[in-house]
């Protein structure tokens, strides 16, 4: 039988009404703000604190993963089924996906196989608006800045050599990542040079995931940290008055999104900022709101559990004082040979050898999650190239540290595939769950929470710091950010920043090349190595394979 696609999949389901999902999370159909039959926003009214100490937070994060991803996303949507299947109450809340890696390799970010959301195409796509929201509200303020360089009306006096503000545009264009703006007469503004990030790299993504309600957020876009003036006063965008106009761009687009799964389950997708330069979560609102809502709530983490794991439970979680019962780290057979030594062409080719010394990179992480003092279940996502010789390994191997090993099939089976991996999680959840600690207080130096970050989480015997990252922690210093947490931007490849160092590599230092702020996300991000904000698309884009039909039906989405 022909195997079917994800988008077929999706397209085949008989959806039900929106309404019919809120109702069974006790939402009234007057509280929905409705976009369509099958997508809604919530308010924010719906957020119960008392509720969110009740309820079951799990996160599920993975291994260091090969290009392609290890199916995070698809694993939290399955497990969501599988719950349900065994008459726990649960909701998945994930992230949005950004159109770069949409037409670019990666695909989408709806799950695939019997483990989606949807209406999968609207979730890839355009959605409910609020990458758009987003990137208007970033580029709303480059224009304030521009326009007051060469204002003579309130001219801050800024100094255009300093501005550290960009541009974003949602779509992969390394075309854009240097450009240089203003030319053509003092019509059309001060020459200087400037250039583009992804919308999600935005630190208004940032902070719309950081944020807890209206107010904070104002404050936040304020707290946007612009450059200095010429006697090197620094600026914030509030000197431009800029907060109450991003925030009214932002009204609709901070309120979560109510969508569902394939098995009708309800779903939350809200704010998608990447996490091998940004934070990787979606937003404390959407997570909150999934707690207020249902006993149990699954999230997800971007690339492996040392990147969007880390900032989930270092930034996220004490910035909103969540508790996650749970970690599900997510394994694959294909992921874990790349580690022992597999090219490319050898992921799918079965090879206990490689198995085996590969498996050292899911030790690391299991270690680091047991460093939060937090359980971990480890999920073998399951492909048709895997060998019971192989998968029987991975479960024995787990089982000498403690630790559960379940074979997840929510891709081929949906919840009746993920049910024994919904068990396991109750069990740690019910039997086995601790009060969750991070791995270092906000108040600590900030060159020591980088270097805790580099040492506990990474395994680096130290930390060398560029001039410029150096200049860089004088001046967070000078302008009070030190309390602020740390979000690592690194290869998602490695442990360490040199991205062929596969498995669990030692004896390796990392290099902090220059540190960034984000005041508004009240972070900052060291930047080990070269990495980009810009993407850039592949040689064969996803885009050239896709089409849409004289009836709008869309084909080859992922």
């Known amino acids: 039988m022909e195997t079917q696609t994800d988008i077929e999949i999706a397209q085949k389901t008989v959806l039900n009404h929106i309404k019919n999902i809120a109702s069974r999370l006790g939402i009234d159909e007057d509280d929905l703000e409705m976009y369509g039959k099958y997508k809604a926003k919530l308010p924010l009214s719906l957020i119960d604190e008392e509720a969110i100490k009740r309820n079951n937070l799990v996160l599920v994060t993975a291994l260091t993963p090969t290009p392609a991803g290890e199916g995070k996303t698809t694993v939290s949507i399955g497990l969501v089924e599988g719950l349900n299947k065994i008459e726990k109450q649960a909701t998945v809340v994930l992230r949005e996906p950004s159109l770069g890696p949409v ?75 240097d450009i240089t703006i203003g030319l053509g007469g003092t019509a059309n503004g001060i020459p200087r040079q400037d250039g583009f990030n992804i919308t999600p790299a935005s630190e208004v993504m940032a902070i719309l995931c950081m944020t807890t309600n209206f107010e904070d957020l104002k404050k936040r876009l304020g707290g946007i940290f ?47 900022p990447f996490a091998n330069i940004a934070q ?62 597999a090219n490319t062409e050898e992921y799918n080719t079965p090879n206990l050898d490689f198995v085996t010394k590969g498996f050292v990179n899911l030790e690391k992480h299991i270690e680091n999650i047991r460093k939060f003092n937090i359980e971990p279940v480890v999920a073998i996502n399951s492909f048709v190239s895997d060998t019971d010789a192989e998968v029987n390994l991975v479960i024995k191997k787990c089982a000498e540290l403690g630790v559960k090993a379940v074979v997840s099939e929510g891709w081929k089976n949906g919840g009746e595939g993920t ?9 740690v959840v019910e039997n086995k769950a601790t009060q969750f600690k991070p791995l270092y207080n906000w108040k600590s130096p900030m060159q020591e929470k980088i270097e805790t970050i580099a040492h506990e989480i990474y395994g680096a015997d130290g930390v060398d710091f ?23 931007a690194k290869t998602q490849k490695s442990f360490s920043d040199v991205a062929s160092l596969i498995g669990r590599p030692k004896g390796f230092r990392v290099t902090v090349r220059e540190i960034e702020i984000a005041a508004g996300a009240q972070f900052v991000i060291p930047i080990l190595g070269k990495m980009m904000r810009m993407p850039g698309l592949p040689p064969v884009p996803a885009s050239t394979n896709m089409k849409i039909d004289k009836n709008g039906i869309i084909s080859g989405l992922s």
């Not at 580029?139 to 360089?149: F, G, H, Y």
């Not at 800029?242 to 932002?250: G, H, V, Y």
């Not at 000078?478 to 947490?485: C, K």
Request: overall charge positive; proline content about 2%; hydrophobic content about 45%.
């Open 103 to 177: 037409f670019g390799i990666k695909g989408g970010a709806a799950g695939g196989g019997y483990s989606q959301v949807v209406p999968m195409e609207d979730i890839n796509l355009h959605f409910t608006g609020d990458f758009n929201a987003v990137e208007k509200a970033n580029n709303l303020l480059s224009a304030l800045i521009d326009n007051n360089l060469q204002s003579s009306v309130g001219n801050l006096n800024i100094d255009a050599r300093t501005v550290l503000w960009k541009r974003v545009i949602d779509m992969n264009d390394r075309a854009l990542r």
């Open 226 to 272: 612009i450059g200095f003036t010429f006697d090197k006063k620094p600026i914030f965008a509030r000197d431009l008055n800029a907060e109450n106009a991003m925030a009214i761009l932002l009204k609709d687009a901070i309120k979560p999104n109510l969508v569902q799964t394939l098995e009708k389950n309800p779903a939350i997708i809200h704010g998608g």
């Open 280 to 341: 990787g979560t979606n937003t404390i609102i959407a997570t909150k709101m999934g707690l207020s809502l249902s006993n149990y709530v699954v999230t997800e983490a971007g690339f492996g559990a040392d990147l969007g794991a880390e900032k989930f439970l270092n930034i996220k979680c004490v910035a909103a004082n969540l508790n996650p019962k749970c970690v599900v780290l997510v394994a694959t057979i294909r992921a874990l040979r790349h580690h022992g030594g």
């Open 419 to 427: 049910k024994n991996l919904a068990k396991a999680v109750v069990d």
């Open 466 to 488: 560029d001039k410029k990252a150096q200049l860089n922690l004088k001046r967070i210093e000078r302008l009070g950010f030190n309390d602020f947490a740390v979000c690592m």
